[in-house]
């Protein structure tokens, strides 16, 4: 099982770290805990579906074992995540996405 440090900052390619609206430093958690709580994206040309059961349960799941501390996951939830992060984050800041989905995938 991969071991993911979610309390590290989300670094510019400069090596500043990327920062939210408060000014505050974004760390790999703010990251992945904006995407857990993201409704889901509409593809191409459909309105978006609502959450299936087993994903709101995996989202809730792997949100509070973040906020925990919890540093061991999955494999098959780091390639979640890292797919959920670059897909709800590509809109907003392509390159923040980028090194998230990099951290995850460490």
Not at 62 to 79: F, L, M, N
């Amino acid at each position: 099982m991969p071991n993911i440090d979610f309390n590290r900052t989300v670094n510019t390619p400069s090596g500043e770290p990327f920062t939210g609206e408060e000014g505050k430093p974004l760390t790999l958690a703010h990251v992945c805990f904006a995407a857990l709580r993201a409704p889901p994206v509409a593809k191409q040309g459909q309105p978006p579906q609502p959450l299936s059961l087993d994903e709101v349960i995996w989202r809730d799941g792997i949100a509070h074992r973040i906020h925990a501390g919890e540093t061991e996951v999955s494999v098959e939830d780091a390639g979640k995540l890292r797919a959920l992060v670059a897909e709800v984050w590509s809109f907003a800041n392509a390159l923040l996405a980028g090194r998230a989905v990099g951290m995850l995938g460490e």
